[in-house]
């Protein structure tokens, strides 16, 4: 049988709920496809600054490193809003994609039939929608140096930081859009800001060159302000959009927001080699923490990617998938998606009505 | 009588339309009240390029800083996108904001009761929704230094930008955005990336600090990220939001397509003194230039902002904009807001009506 090792970092608020359930989900679709999975758990986030000092333990990387892919939870928290930058959970996030070199995130934002309903968008608006964000991870803003904080010629306080890409950056980020866009509809939207900003101009510049190494791929470029516009009028002119750390971060969240399900949506993070990462978009939600109300498909889903992209067991992914639509077919809601006329459940009983249909 | 000088930059695509119609409407509204206002029209973008090869020449940014107000039609067209970065229209418009020194960015979403269903978002959503962005518009990413081309120490090609802000960037401009929530319902909401960008973190402790100045503004802060995802979610929890000259570029944009007629939508750029800027949020359109097919309300609403913000006649602001309620309330729409039942008009002739009801 096959075998692989996964770290499963549970994370802060309802993160440890969620992927409780997502690895009994996990364990069950690889038996019933003879892959067998190993687990070791691990600490990052709030809950690993709380015990360890740190938001993410040399410990947590390395078990990382050494295994075949990450799941993880949610991490952050009020909690630790105010600790020093170095310390706050989002920075142990941010070590934790930059240490395993996952570069390339994916984030489908797609409305599913069955919870069309959930959108703000208007109906005609909102059906179909089925949208892959290429958001880069590993550069621009969120890396870039110099950062800080300094002092101006005028003696004033300033924070500062860099925004830049290289071209080597932007080419591997692009094949990686480009591929995905093959494997969809065929059409890739490149989302900057090069009107105005120069490492936007190196970005549009290296993405139209690759286009002529996938002339089946039909490539467009949009600024981000329009981007952000026309995921509002018209979301399903969208097909792939590849776009840089910072404007990847929101306009994924943007479009994942029009499905009206954030706690559907999965993604992964994958790099040249290497283990991937997985995780729900969806944060750490303190406010029904350990309440079991979270919604644990985003992170059921995010497994079963975690099986196609980051193991390449296809079947067991698609196990798990069909297993999402048919629980939803039967009726069950979490309270973020409840409607009248559908059975309201909690995270466990969701996910034992998945594993029954696995 | 009191006389003002109004510089028209009327710019590219439809700018010239729209301007023309504007001009005419400010000028009748101006003479009820007893106000003169004399004209003087200018080249900026593409157009001033064409003519003088530079997007912005001296000859304008003297004529603008000269006058007590500048109205703005567009900037911009495919011609020019290929232009040198310092040659392209949309420098010339960041040049001519620096040079004016207008600093703060003030963007009104509303949703009009006459086009609640021009929204893509459910009526029930979209309706009542009254947004005031307040955007800083000289600073940060947009022209930040250092920025430009060069190449790393393993000789690729990067492109990189500085975003940085100082305490009395961050101060000056938050003022004004309490301010204006003060003449609103009270409430600001800041919107940042804090948990990842050291500009952002100053961002927030400046206007942390500057709340207690306001004690009657009920401050709150969001990760952008998170604002791009409300604004779809339910824009009715935003009254005034001020952030970031790039950050409010992207949500500026996403809240004005949000009320589904951008057709509609004046800005205002003011400073600490001189000269306002004030022009339309939509762009210059090249694809229907010339035909007489403009909606020129978004440039009519900004003659009225100019004459509130940038001279102090609120009786000639209020007539305009009571003019504008008037004419959609006849019934007239250009094709951008048109719906069955309405009678659709040009631009020429849009402006007549308001005119008539002025
Ligand atoms: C938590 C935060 C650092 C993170 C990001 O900005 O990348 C999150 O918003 C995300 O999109 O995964
Ligand atoms: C044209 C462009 C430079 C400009 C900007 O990014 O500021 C525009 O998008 C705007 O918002 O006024």
Redesign the pocket.
Known sequence: ARSYNITLLPGDGIGPEVVAVAKDVLSLAGALEGVELRFQEKLVGGSAFDATGVPLPDETLDAAKGSDAVLLGA??GYKWDNNEKHLKP?TG??QLRAGLGVFANLRPAAVLPQLVDASTLKKEVAEGVDIMVVRELTGGI?FGKPRGFGTNDKGEDIGFNTEVYSASEIDRIARVAFEVARKRRGKLCSVDKANVLEASMLWRKRVTALASEFPDIELSHMYVDNAAMQLVRNPKQFDTIVTNNIFG?ILS?EASMITGSIGMLPSASVGESGPGLFEP?HGSAPDIAGQDKANPLATILSAAMLLRYGLGEENAAKRIEAAVTETLNHGFRTGDIYSPGTTLVGCKQMGEEVLKTV
Chains 1, 2 share one sequence.
Do not use: A, N, V
Request: aromatic share 12%; charged share 35%; no cysteine.
């Open positions: 991490i952050g989002e996030l941010l969120y971060d969240d978009i």
